[in-house]
T-cell receptor, first 113, second 113 residues
Framework: GQQLNQSPQSMFIQEGEDVSMNCTSS?????WLWYKQDPGEGPVLLIA?????ELTSNGRLTAQFGITRKDSFLNISASIPSDVGIYFC?????????????FGEGTQLTVNP | DGGITQSPKYLFRKEGQNVTLSCEQN?????MYWYRQDPGQGLRLIYY???????QKGDIAEGYSVSREKKESFPLTVTSAQKNPTAFYLC????????????FGAGTRLSVL
């Protein structure tokens, strides 16, 4: 299947720091989604983006749909210990029919108190 | 509560045994999906179904089988042909319409005895 390049693979930060992660693709996407997965649980949707250039916030989280439609960014401000988990980007390529999503490999976030 | 229920949370399989993982949703979603997640890795699509009585293979369907006899249910059978079944299995559903946001269950962890 198609691949999304998500980076970084892992991050180790101090509580209070800001975090940035991104996903890139060689194809144009018409939807970008960001999920968070806690250990032993299923991913939970954080933010959904539908238009190029769109910037959407959810509390301390902000995500952007890249202008080229081939990338997306997620920022977390003032991190706290409960931000620990795996963050996944996902998207629907423009040329894909049906309902499949393409997922990134995930960014493992560790927050030190 | 509306949502996706996976059961059991933990499952053990003996050599040569078939096991079935349950996934039920009460979101009235048309589409349902099964993913496999290995430690430190992203989500790989096993099978998906966009409508009752129809399903398609994903990227790693070998050794697995599914059925979609009811809109609410999409069970996954891990057959004895799957030689490396130990993984975390996630079920998801979506409305299947233009904006494809997938919602996940809490997962089933399958181990081999």
């Amino acid at each position: 299947g198609q691949q999304l390049n998500q980076s970084p693979q892992s991050m180790f930060i101090q509580e209070g720091e800001d975090v940035s992660m991104n996903c890139t693709s060689s194809s144009i996407f018409n939807t970008w989604l960001w999920y968070k997965q806690d250990p032993g649980e299923g991913p939970v949707l954080l933010i959904a983006l539908y238009k190029a250039g769109e910037l959407t916030s959810n509390g301390r989280l902000t995500a952007q749909f890249g202008i080229t439609r081939k990338d997306s960014f997620l920022n977390i401000s003032a991190s706290i210990p409960s931000d620990v988990g795996i963050y996944f980007c996902a998207g629907q390529p423009l040329e894909t029919s049906g309902s499949r999503l393409t997922f990134g490999e995930g960014t493992q976030l560790t927050v030190n108190p | 509560d509306g949502g996706i229920t996976q059961s059991p949370k933990y499952l053990f399989r003996k050599e040569g045994q078939n096991v079935t993982l349950s996934c039920e949703q009460n979101l009235n979603h048309d589409a349902m999906y099964w993913y496999r997640q290995d430690p430190g890795q992203g989500l790989r699509l096993i099978y998906y179904s966009q409508i009752v009585n129809d399903f398609q293979k994903g990227d790693i369907a070998e050794g697995y089988s599914v059925s979609r006899e009811k809109k609410e249910s999409f069970p996954l059978t891990v057959t004895s042909a799957q030689k490396n079944p130990t993984a975390f299995y996630l079920c998801a559903s979506s409305s299947g319409r233009l904006v494809n946001i997938q919602y996940f269950g809490a997962g089933t962890r399958l181990s081999v005895l």
